[in-house]
């Protein structure tokens, strides 16, 4: 039997967009879960888990008052769901390449690794905003919305952002090259646009609406500084 021929650029595009939107879902709810369970190390009530209702549907945590947490405790509950979706996004990705795993699930993995290392930069770009969303901006609002560290956070975002579009440019490539093979520079920076790039703003579109992080005009302007990050990391 001939082997089954790669899938053409744009349906691996589709398919990847599609991993990168359940990956995202996935990521909201570990950070959620995770939130509600250090809170209660930290004594805050966890009551569960609901899924909100109305257009948005995605999973949020249920606690009790946080009146008693310092700025500290507080830091370190809403930003411990961000280190539990990179730690397992790295995880299962290791796996699948360990065990050569194929399909749907190397696309989902890949797909989690492109969310778990965008997630702190955009919430970092979303904590910059009065009107945005996230981890950080909760932060923010809890120190009193200072506006002295608006900049810097911005600054750190787009530090970060060069940072994880290496590596997600890497990975992007080493799982890309099973379905399609060449080395020149354009073409690993085309196959980083297909497996990673789109999707990656398919994420974060994800984010700004579904979990309601960021307005339009932020993220029409974060989409574009991702892109430009993966091609120019891309060697």
């Keep these: 039997m001939p082997p089954r021929p790669p899938p053409k650029p744009p349906t691996l595009t589709l398919l990847c967009s599609v991993a990168a939107a359940a990956a995202v879902w996935v990521s ?44 500290g405790g507080f830091a370190v509950m809403v930003l411990a769901g961000s ?15 360990a065990m ?4 749907w699930l190397r696309g989902f993995a890949l797909a989690w690794i492109v969310v778990a290392l965008l997630w ?12 945005g969303g ?6 923010y609002a809890r120190l009193g919305d200072p506006l002295a560290g608006r900049w810097t956070a911005l600054a750190l975002a787009l530090l970060l ?37 789109w999707p990656g703003m398919v994420a974060l579109a994800a984010l700004a609406y579904g979990a309601g992080w960021a307005p339009t005009l932020w993220a029409g302007v974060f989409l574009a500084a991702v892109m430009v990050a993966l091609q120019m990391q891309t060697r």
Excluded at 43 to 54: M, T
Excluded at 100 to 103: A, E, K, L, S, T
Excluded at 120 to 131: K, N, Q
Excluded at 134 to 139: I, T
Aim: charged fraction near 15%; proline fraction near 5%.
């Design 28 to 71: 909201i709810a570990t950070d959620q879960l995770a939130r509600g369970l250090v809170g209660s190390v930290l004594g805050v009530p966890f009551l569960g888990l609901e899924i909100a209702a109305g257009r948005r549907y995605t999973v949020g945590a249920l606690q009790g008052p946080v009146g008693s947490l310092g700025p």
């Design 83 to 97: 280190a539990c979706i990179l730690v397992m996004a790295m995880g299962l990705f290791a796996l699948v390449r």
């Design 100 to 103: 050569q795993v194929r399909g």
């Design 120 to 131: 702190l930069p955009a919430a970092l770009a979303s904590a910059t905003l009065p009107a």
């Design 134 to 139: 996230g981890p950080v901006h909760e932060l």
């Design 161 to 197: 952002l060069a940072i994880a579009s290496r590596t997600i440019g890497a990975r992007a490539v080493a799982v890309g090259r099973s379905w399609m093979r060449a080395d020149a520079t354009e073409f690993r920076r085309r196959l980083v646009r297909v497996t990673a790039g």
